[in-house]
C-alpha cells in the first residue's frame, strides 16, 4: 500500500503557473504508474495526466496539453505537475493517484488504486 500527499496548490491569475508536488510514502514509488485528477465544484472527477513507471510515457487531457507537464523523481519518491498558463476553468481540487495498472489505463478509465486527499488550485484575478 502507499500513501499519496500532495502539495503546492494556491491562488494564482490567470496566466500564471503553479507546481504540485505529490509525495508518497509505505512503498515505493517506482512500482506504481502515477496521475493527477481533478474536480471542480459540481463536476465529476475528470482525469488531467499520467505517467508510466519510469517516466518513459506520458499522457495528458485535451484542455492540458501544451500547458501542463507530469513528471516524476523516484528516487525521491516524488510526481510532480507542472501548469501553466493557467486559466480560470483549471479551478479545481487536484488529486494524485497511484495505479498498479499502466499510465494508459489510467487515462482511458480514470482509475487508480490508491488516492491523496487533494490540494486546492484557484485561478483568479
Known amino acids: 500500500q502507499v500513501q499519496l500527499v500532495e502539495s503546492g496548490g494556491g491562488l494564482v491569475q490567470p496566466g500564471g503557473s503553479l507546481r504540485l508536488s505529490c509525495a508518497a510514502s509505505?512503498?515505493?514509488?517506482?512500482?506504481?504508474?502515477m496521475g493527477w485528477f481533478r474536480q471542480a465544484p459540481g463536476k465529476e472527477r475528470e482525469f488531467v495526466a499520467a505517467?508510466?513507471?519510469?517516466?518513459?510515457?506520458?499522457y495528458y487531457a485535451d484542455s492540458v496539453k501544451g500547458r501542463f507537464t507530469i513528471s516524476r523523481d523516484n528516487a525521491k519518491n516524488t510526481v510532480y505537475l507542472q501548469m501553466n498558463s493557467l486559466k480560470p476553468e483549471d479551478t479545481a481540487v487536484y488529486y494524485c493517484?497511484?495505479?498498479?495498472?499502466?499510465?494508459?489505463?489510467?487515462?482511458?478509465?480514470?482509475?487508480?488504486?490508491?488516492w491523496g486527499q487533494g490540494t486546492q488550485v484557484t485561478v483568479s484575478s
Open positions: 505517467i508510466s513507471r519510469r517516466g518513459s510515457s506520458t
Open positions: 493517484a497511484a495505479t498498479r495498472s499502466s499510465a494508459q489505463s489510467m487515462s482511458d478509465t480514470s482509475l487508480g488504486d490508491y
Open positions: 509505505g512503498r515505493t514509488l517506482s512500482t506504481y504508474a
